[in-house]
Nanobody
Framework: QVKLVESGGGSVQAGESLKLSCVDPGNTRCMGWFRQAPGKEREAVARIYTTGSVVYLRDSLKGRFNIFRDKNTVYLQMNNLKPEDTGTYIC???????????????????WGQGTQVTVSP
């Protein structure tokens, strides 16, 4: 069982930045971030393949968020944070064999516990 370990969450004010980290001991090929706001459904934020190719970034977050990885660690750089970015950010991974498969994967095999991000006005 792969255990993903997230870090980097916290409480910030609108306009500030945070960088989340997720370590995957299994160095799974496809890694991504999801988020869930209180009372809302979980939504995909970004995904990246083992080659470093960003295969998905939520349209509404482009220009503010970015995903990148260094070996078995994936990062989510979040800039110009807004109150609506508040939520639990969850790292996930799946062992697929291509960037396309990473992008279209409906479910993920491994999940982290999540890290809280709170953005105040």
């Amino acid at each position: 069982q792969v255990k993903l370990v997230e870090s980097g969450g916290g409480s910030v004010q609108a306009g500030e930045s945070l960088k989340l980290s997720c370590v995957d001991p299994g160095n799974t090929r496809c890694m991504g971030w999801f988020r869930q706001a209180p009372g809302k459904e979980r939504e995909a934020v970004a995904r990246i393949y083992t080659t470093g190719s960003v295969v998905y970034l939520r349209d509404s977050l482009k220009g503010r968020f970015n995903i990148f990885r260094d070996k078995n660690t994936v990062y989510l750089q979040m800039n110009n944070l807004k109150p609506e970015d508040t939520g639990t950010y969850i790292c996930a991974a799946i062992g697929v064999s291509s960037p396309t498969s990473c992008r279209v994967a409906i479910s993920m095999d491994y999940w982290g516990q999540g890290t809280q991000v709170t953005v105040s006005p």
